[in-house]
T-cell receptor, first 113, second 113 residues
């Protein structure tokens, strides 16, 4: 596709379940970013990949959060043992290179019951 | 730690009015500053990007200015239209801080007929 694609668009899970969120970046984009956006707030950085290498994971809030991009294209953000405070919109962005403008997907809205 | 603040948090104006949105940041060592638009349930659309060496950027009815020394940016929207209703976010990329963006909390704009 022409833009960044995220799936699922909505995810409801019970507290304690594991979830996996997928991001398909724009074809050929080297850099990929994950952000978390709580209701009424701006997005907050989680992690950054350059190709398959995870160069910055300083924003991951706990060791329950894990991201991967094994082939340098599609990325998955996994949250283990979900908690209610994990409820948010998770945005993925890609850019041709790290210093180029980031293009965002529509996000996955995660609700933890 | 870079902090980004946006004022006002919400704004309602009649159609046709010119308006200014404000963004301030605490660390002036920025690489660039970007203004985004976010519609409900959607991702972010980039409006304007200002490099640290630039003072302003223009696109159609939008003009963004940057004053690094005072840690401020403004987004000027001329002749506002109902279609401009959205949340506007500013984000900075810090020099030497990797490629992550630090966002403000946004200004929710409503342009009324």
């Amino acid at each position: 596709g022409a833009g960044v694609s995220q799936s699922p668009r909505y995810k409801v899970a019970k507290r304690g379940q594991d979830v996996a969120l997928r991001c398909d970046p724009i074809s050929g984009h080297v850099s990929l970013f994950w952000y978390q956006q709580a209701l009424g707030q701006g997005p907050e950085f989680l992690t950054y990949f350059q190709n398959e290498a995870q160069l910055d994971k300083s924003g991951l809030p706990s060791d329950r959060f894990f991201a991967e991009r094994p082939e340098g294209s599609v990325s998955t953000l996994k949250i283990q043992r979900t908690q209610q405070e994990d409820s948010a919109v998770y945005l993925c962005a890609s850019s041709l290179y790290g210093d180029q403008p980031q293009h965002f997907g529509d996000g996955t809205r995660l609700s933890i019951l | 730690k870079q902090e980004v603040t946006q004022i006002p948090a919400a704004l309602s104006v009649p159609e046709g009015e010119n308006l200014v949105l404000n963004c301030s940041f605490t660390d002036s060592a920025i690489y660039n500053l970007q203004w985004f638009r976010q519609d409900p349930g959607k991702g972010l659309t980039s409006l304007l990007l200002i490099q640290s060496s630039q003072r302003e950027q223009t696109s159609g009815r939008l003009n963004a200015s940057l004053d690094k020394s005072s840690g401020r940016s403004t987004l000027y929207i001329a002749a506002s239209q109902p279609g401009d209703s959205a949340t506007y976010l500013c984000a900075v990329k810090i020099t030497g801080g990797g490629n992550k963006l630090t966002f403000g909390t946004g200004t929710q704009l409503k342009v009324e007929l």
